[in-house]
């Protein structure tokens, strides 16, 4: 009897040990199935909330999600490990108020202007469009989804960019976008609504804004009304057109959906709580960077928000004993605010100015100096409200994110605060806490890996994990 | 289907409530202090020399002599002063974010009430001058422009509605003449290009206004009966025009000339209006008995003209001559600027007319506030009347005279022997050192239009 292979047995047996698989797939194109998506983290210093010890523990993730955590736990054959050692690991912080990588939206007013009498603007050209999402204009390119990473950041609320009211506001995971929506988490969160206005079109000011808010909000409530009557019984009854921006605010009068105004002033804050009592309204106050106490004790008890996280420049300080000391230890973060033009700044000018006698100059430093400190308390002082949510933003630079949390610490944070802010309390918010904000197991796989404790100077992100996925910045793993 | 109609009845009553809202009544200071000694104008009688005015919670309980202070209430000798009732400025675009909507020539729905911006340091300059309370305006860009707001000045609160005159009677700006038509006319190519396009579109608001009512009128018949409609479109616009033409919202109107003055009482009378006050009105000398037999006020500038064209043919002596044929008239300032010497501005009436003392200081007192409905709070000095007090130095009316202190419901807003360099309220900390202005803490005067 021969022992000969039939040639063609041969061939195929050497085309499935060659051949890695192609064969079997229903997979897109050159892209190789991925074998395992588990990571193992060993050995890593996590705190799992605020409040909670750090300790060092093992995390075994599966599918994206926390399938196990605890010291003695061994890491399967198929995971890919991550020396945790050293590393600090969190919850991934929540960017609770963005327009990250949303483009300008000068170049849609351009676009879109009206030609006709300014009276006679539709709304939707006047910047109210409460309808607007911005699903399909989520755009962060992989140098943006890095540079919010290094921050530490997994997640993100982006609003819409516009005028006074520029639509529904998303949540995503800070990965690429995919084809198939996986990174948004929440689609429709709540209307977007700020106190600016294109010029030439009504409402031009806002003036008008007050009452095109009253309008349309009166309006919605009577058709609202009428909709659901037409529901309960339509013989009889006249059919209802509602157009996009009605539907759009719906939910928001039936307080299904809060408005997150934006509300950096005094005037601007008490016109929002104004327009809130009038209409019945939910709000949440954003980017607030001027609140003087005797305002705050006029508004509504359970009245929440965003503070700016945003700072102002230290005003010079005339040389004293306190503030050579403060520059003996480091002296506190500063940053420019966003709004100012980029220039050179010229060397600190410490003359007093023409004008000026240099007793009115040092009053005048004195009042800067507290009402910069006013201004860097506000945060705290509505901590110590309960009325913090977590920051906007808004008006910070990416780059800055980080920087700015930790210069809390010095105006009545706690890192475990500013955890807070970071994390469980947006989470509990925007009503992801069952997935995400904490450490847990069952929880989503948003993680993000500090060489050292976040609020440490120089702390930097080695590793983020979104979904599970990781993403390195480790500088040996590049 | 009952749930429904009772629910339509709830939002019908808010949306009445909300279109009529007359503005939040917040607590604001009032302080107790006697004035004694000092030589009172009182405008509504004689002058009270050598004579002493107690104010307790805000009012004035007593006018006399030798009158004492209960325990714990300030004395004060102004003996030597003279003591008037805080002046009241019937045209002012002080201390606010916004003057002009003028995207429409229609914008009653706008409310100058949600604007007020109390940092603006012109308040202070207005108290340094004895004004106490002024008419806060919409500009005269449209022909019917917004609601305004009466306020005091009471400087130092950070809250808006702080400065909120509880109770002043609404009103709202109206604007004919060359503004509104070359704003819309010229600038936007929309009615009015024309006086007569000004008239036709008081008419036309007026017309679309009663309009909307029949058609609330109707639905509200049928919910009432039980039944379901389609709602109409509710407009906070044509409500505020009902509210003038129900006699809820008086009607300021800025104007010059005497036919568009004159053509104004006749729309009025179309639509049963009984009330109106013209503000500038310089061609007011025209048509002053027609203004008196109307029952229209006016509120001048003293001695402005010839910056346009409608205001060519003017005259120095408009407030006499109104006056003196029986019209409630008031010297305005509608400027930043003037607002601080109203009282030399009133004085120019002595000047060019020969009004005495007293009528020349009704302009700048109760006149204006008769103009604003506030006639029974503030405009004299009398028992009952708010303790809004302007003290001088020496007679109001005289070149000399400096104001020196100036008090709203008691309490002191302005002393001229307490008058810090920074009167400032918000510190804006990254403003230029070599800029040392007020730039960002009030508007300009050209933001109104005249």
Redesign the interface.
């Known amino acids: 009897m021969h022992n000969k292979i039939n040639p063609i047995t041969l061939i195929l047996i050497l085309f499935f040990c060659f051949s890695n698989g192609k064969i079997k797939a229903q997979f897109s194109g050159d892209e190789m199935p991925i074998i395992s998506t588990d990571l193992f983290i060993s050995n890593v210093t996590m705190k799992s909330h605020p409040g909670a010890d750090y300790e060092k523990t093992n995390l075994l993730i599966q599918n994206g999600i926390i399938n196990q955590i605890g010291s003695e736990i061994k890491a399967p054959a198929s995971a890919k490990t991550i020396d945790g050692e050293g590393l600090h690991l969190y919850s991934a912080f929540i960017n609770p108020l963005s327009h990250e990588g949303l483009k300008d939206e000068e170049d849609d007013v351009r676009r879109s202007a009206w030609r006709g009498a300014p009276g006679t603007t539709p709304l939707s050209h006047a910047g109210i469009n409460p309808q607007n999402s911005i699903i399909d204009e989520f755009d962060l390119n992989s140098r943006g989804v890095e540079s919010l990473h290094k921050q530490g950041f997994g997640l993100i609320h982006l609003v819409p960019r516009g005028f006074v009211m520029t639509g529904k506001g998303t949540f995503f995971l800070i990965k690429e976008k995919e084809d198939d929506n996986s990174h948004v988490l929440v689609s429709e969160t709540g209307l977007f609504a700020q106190w600016r206005n294109m010029a030439r079109v009504y409402p031009a000011t806002p003036l008008a804004t007050m009452a095109v808010w009253r309008d349309l909000i009166n309006n919605t409530r009577l058709q609202l009304e009428y909709s659901e009557s037409i529901k309960q019984s339509p013989e009889g009854k006249a059919r209802l057109n509602v157009n996009n921006q009605t539907l759009a605010l719906f939910p928001v009068v039936k307080k299904e959906q809060v408005i997150y105004f934006n509300v950096p002033e005094n005037r601007q804050i008490l016109r929002a709580v104004r327009l809130a009592e009038e209409l019945d309204l939910d709000i949440i106050l954003t980017n607030v960077s001027q609140l003087d106490a005797s305002i705050l004790s006029t508004l509504p008890e359970n009245i929440q928000f965003f503070p700016d996280l945003s700072w102002p420049e230290h005003p010079h300080e005339e040389k004293t004993e306190k503030s050579e000391k403060v520059e003996e230890k480091e002296r506190p973060n500063r940053r420019k605010r966003r709004t100012a033009e980029k220039q050179e700044k010229p060397e600190e000018d410490k003359s007093v100015p023409v004008g000026m006698t240099e007793e009115e100059h040092k009053k005048l430093l004195e009042s800067r100096t507290k009402e910069y400190e006013r201004r860097m308390n506000l945060a705290a002082e509505l901590k110590n409200r309960n009325a913090l949510l977590g920051f906007s933003m808004l008006d910070t630079k990416t780059a800055d994110l980080l920087k700015n949390c930790r210069t809390l610490l010095e105006f009545g944070f706690t890192a475990d605060e500013i955890l807070a802010a970071l994390t469980t309390d947006v989470a509990t918010h925007f009503g992801i806490d069952a997935i995400t904000g904490t450490v847990n197991e069952g929880k989503q796989a948003h993680l993000v890996l500090f060489d050292k404790s976040f609020t440490e100077d120089k702390a930097t992100v080695q590793y983020m994990i979104i979904d599970g996925k990781l993403f390195s910045y480790k500088k040996d793993e590049k | 289907?009952k749930m429904?109609y009772i629910?339509?009845n709830l939002?019908l009553l808010l949306?009445i409530a909300?279109s009529s809202?007359s503005w939040s009544q917040?607590e604001t200071p009032v302080g107790s202090i006697l004035l004694k000694g000092g030589n009172l104008i009182t405008v509504s009688g004689e002058d009270l020399y050598e004579t002493d005015l107690l104010i307790i919670d805000g009012i004035i309980t007593d006018i006399g002599e030798g009158l004492s202070a209960p325990e714990g209430v300030e004395i004060k000798d102004v003996s030597g002063k003279y003591l008037m009732p805080g002046i009241v400025d019937a045209h002012s675009h002080v201390g606010l974010?916004?003057v002009?909507?003028?995207?429409?020539?229609?914008?009653a729905?706008?409310?100058?009430a949600?604007?007020?911006?109390p940092y603006d340091i012109a308040f202070y300059h207005a108290l340094a001058g004895g004004v106490t309370v002024s008419h806060a305006m919409?500009g005269s860009a449209n022909v019917i422009g917004?609601q305004n707001q009466t306020i005091k000045h009471r400087y130092g609160?950070?809250?808006?509605?702080a400065l909120i005159m509880d109770g002043a009677a609404r009103t709202i700006k109206f604007a004919l003449g060359e503004n509104p038509i070359r704003v819309?006319g010229e600038g936007?190519?929309?009615i009015p290009n024309t006086r007569m396009g000004v008239e036709k579109v008081i008419r036309n608001a007026f017309d679309e206004a009663l309009e909307y009512r029949k058609h609330w009128e109707k639905f509200r018949a049928v919910v009432d009966a039980g039944e379901?409609?389609?709602?109409p479109?509710?407009?906070?616009?044509h409500e505020a025009i009902l509210g003038v033409l129900d006699g809820k919202i008086l009607i300021h109107c800025h104007s010059y000339r005497s036919d568009e003055i004159y053509m104004l009482m006749n729309v009025a009378r179309d639509y049963d209006i009984d009330q109106l006050i013209f503000q500038h009105v310089n061609e007011g000398f025209k048509v002053a008995p027609e203004l008196a037999e109307f029952g229209a006020m006016a509120s001048v500038f003293s001695d402005w003209w010839s910056f346009k064209f409608e205001v060519y043919y003017s005259t120095a002596y408009n407030t006499t001559i109104l006056s003196q044929n029986g019209v409630i008239t008031s010297v305005n300032s509608d400027s930043r600027e003037l607002i601080r010497h109203l009282y030399l501005e009133a004085a120019k009436a002595q000047r060019y007319g020969q009004l005495d003392d007293n009528e020349t200081l009704r302009l700048i007192t109760l006149n204006p506030a008769i103009q604003l409905g506030i006639e029974d709070r503030v405009g004299s000095l009398e028992v009952g009347k708010d303790g809004d007090v302007a003290i001088f130095n020496a007679h109001p009316l005289s070149i000399y005279t400096i104001p020196e202190y100036t008090f709203i419901d008691g309490v002191k807003y302005f002393d001229r022997y307490e008058d810090p360099?920074?009167m400032r309220m918000?510190?804006d900390?990254?403003e230029d050192?070599?800029h040392?202005m007020e730039l960002k803490s009030g508007r300009g005067d050209h933001d109104c239009l005249h």
């Open positions: 289907m429904t629910k339509i939002i949306l909300v809202l917040m974010d916004a002009n909507e003028m995207t429409n020539p229609i914008t729905e706008v409310r100058i949600d604007v007020i911006n919409h917004g609160h950070h809250h808006p509605d819309h936007f190519t929309t379901s409609a389609l709602p479109q509710y407009s906070e616009r360099d920074d918000v510190i900390i990254e050192l070599n040392f």
